[in-house]
């Protein structure tokens, strides 16, 4: 048995301003027929989390919100402000702790952190930028979270552009 990480970027979104917060930007029409399209190529690919988290941010939650229709996902997304903040010590250390009863987790999130995450998970050093709506799953070895250190990464999807 293993364990199956997908990190996800968020879809393409409304640019900040004065008037519209970092944290309240909203995924613009042609993010979400992405998302759709990558959620779709998941389903493809017999990709199907069982556990969805998903940064605080409006963008991040409404991608989210498009896998978990697209995919028909039963589990509720939960929000983890660290992946809001940049924080992937306190991430990493979040995966370690989850549920041994899930055994695909996907994580909607944001740049660097998303990047950053899937370079010290699978050890891949020069990895590049993760675009709008992409996800790369990663599998480990291990019936525990706890132990999932070194990944191998099984599966990389992004828009076409």
Same mark, same amino acid.
């Given at each position: 048995?293993?364990?199956?990480?997908?990190?996800?970027?968020?879809?393409?979104?409304?640019?900040?301003?004065?008037?519209? &917060? *970092?944290?309240?930007?909203?995924?613009?029409?042609?993010? #979400?027929? @992405? +998302?759709?399209? =990558?959620?779709?190529?998941?389903?493809?690919?017999?990709?199907? &989390? *069982?556990?969805?988290?998903?940064?605080?941010?409006?963008? #991040?939650? @409404? +991608?989210?919100? =498009?896998?978990?229709?697209?995919?028909?996902?039963?589990?509720? &997304?939960?929000?983890?402000?660290?992946?809001?903040?940049?924080?992937?010590?306190?991430?990493?250390?979040?995966?370690?702790?989850?549920?041994?009863?899930?055994?695909?987790?996907?994580?909607?999130?944001?740049?660097?952190?998303?990047?950053?995450?899937?370079?010290?998970?699978?050890?891949?050093?020069?990895?590049?930028?993760?675009?709008?709506?992409?996800?790369?799953?990663?599998?480990?070895?291990?019936?525990?979270?706890?132990?999932?250190?070194?990944?191998?990464?099984?599966?990389?999807?992004?828009?076409?552009?």
């Amino acid at each position: 048995m293993s364990k199956i990480l997908t990190i996800m970027r968020h879809a393409l979104s409304s640019n900040g301003s004065i008037t519209v &917060p *970092d944290i309240e930007r909203f995924v613009l029409p042609e993010g #979400a027929q @992405q +998302t759709e399209y =990558i959620a779709r190529k998941m389903t493809a690919n017999n990709l199907q &989390p *069982d556990a969805l988290w998903v940064s605080p941010a409006l963008r #991040a939650r @409404q +991608t989210a919100e =498009i896998v978990k229709t697209t995919l028909n996902l039963s589990c509720e &997304p939960e929000i983890y402000n660290s992946l809001y903040h940049d924080d992937d010590e306190l991430v990493l250390d979040q995966i370690a702790n989850c549920n041994n009863s899930v055994r695909h987790l996907l994580i909607v999130g944001h740049n660097p952190l998303v990047t950053q995450i899937t370079c010290q998970m699978s050890g891949t050093g020069g990895f590049g930028w993760f675009g709008t709506s992409m996800i790369v799953s990663l599998e480990f070895e291990t019936d525990n979270w706890a132990d999932a250190q070194r990944a191998k990464i099984i599966r990389q999807l992004k828009v076409k552009c």
